[in-house]
């Protein structure tokens, strides 16, 4: 995984930018993987795990009517926890899911995730649906994964167009 954080590192310093998290499912995870790469102070702004809704709300501008209508982990909340980072930082990455084992249903079950990466002019959104037999600390490790890889496929997709 800390290929992804290093080439998260690598696009942030080359095109000048900072990154943010706000993170749910992941507990910090992904936050902690960004800042395993030696030098990541010159790019990371602030991270925030925004475990609880009223956090979302507080620290990255998530909707009340947002979360009432669509719920905690939804598309909609993951790209505005994005892109409520973005008073703070350049690029706002976020994650919400359910790890398990407990908090799924049939419409939202344990092992999905959806992660948004939000700049100036983007938001991207990608779903990640996980076995929900996997255990706990293993989802949220391959939720985090995913996260990061999806986070390079947009930063190179958006910072290096004819470059």
Same mark, same amino acid.
């Given at each position: 995984?800390? +290929?992804?954080?290093?080439? =998260?590192? +690598?696009?942030?310093?080359?095109?000048?930018? @900072?990154? *943010?998290?706000?993170?749910?499912?992941?507990?910090?995870?992904?936050? *902690?993987? !960004?800042?395993?790469?030696?030098?990541?102070?010159?790019?990371?702004?602030?991270?925030?795990v925004?475990? %609880?809704?009223? /956090?979302?709300?507080?620290?990255?501008?998530?909707?009340?009517? @947002?979360?009432d209508?669509?719920? %905690?982990?939804?598309?909609? @909340?993951?790209?505005e926890?994005?892109?409520?980072?973005?008073?703070?930082?350049?690029?706002? =990455?976020?994650?919400?899911?359910? /790890?398990?084992?407990?908090?799924?249903?049939? +419409?939202?079950?344990?092992g999905?995730?959806?992660?948004?990466? $939000?700049?100036?002019?983007f938001?991207?959104?990608?779903?990640? !649906? !996980?076995?929900?037999?996997?255990?706990?600390?293993?989802?949220?490790?391959?939720f985090?994964?995913? $996260? !990061?890889?999806?986070?390079?496929?947009?930063?190179?997709?958006q910072?290096?167009?004819?470059?």
């Amino acid at each position: 995984m800390i +290929e992804f954080a290093k080439k =998260i590192g +690598e696009i942030a310093i080359k095109n000048h930018l @900072t990154i *943010s998290s706000a993170e749910s499912c992941t507990g910090g995870l992904l936050s *902690s993987l !960004l800042t395993d790469v030696s030098g990541s102070s010159e790019y990371i702004k602030i991270n925030f795990v925004t475990y %609880a809704n009223e /956090a979302k709300s507080k620290f990255v501008d998530v909707k009340k009517e @947002t979360l009432d209508n669509f719920g %905690a982990v939804s598309e909609q @909340t993951s790209r505005e926890m994005a892109q409520g980072l973005l008073k703070y930082t350049d690029v706002g =990455i976020s994650t919400t899911g359910i /790890a398990g084992p407990t908090g799924g249903n049939s +419409e939202k079950p344990v092992g999905l995730m959806y992660s948004s990466v $939000a700049g100036k002019n983007f938001c991207e959104t990608k779903k990640i !649906l !996980l076995p929900p037999d996997t255990e706990r600390v293993e989802m949220k490790k391959q939720f985090t994964k995913e $996260a !990061l890889k999806f986070a390079v496929e947009t930063l190179e997709k958006q910072y290096t167009k004819g470059k």
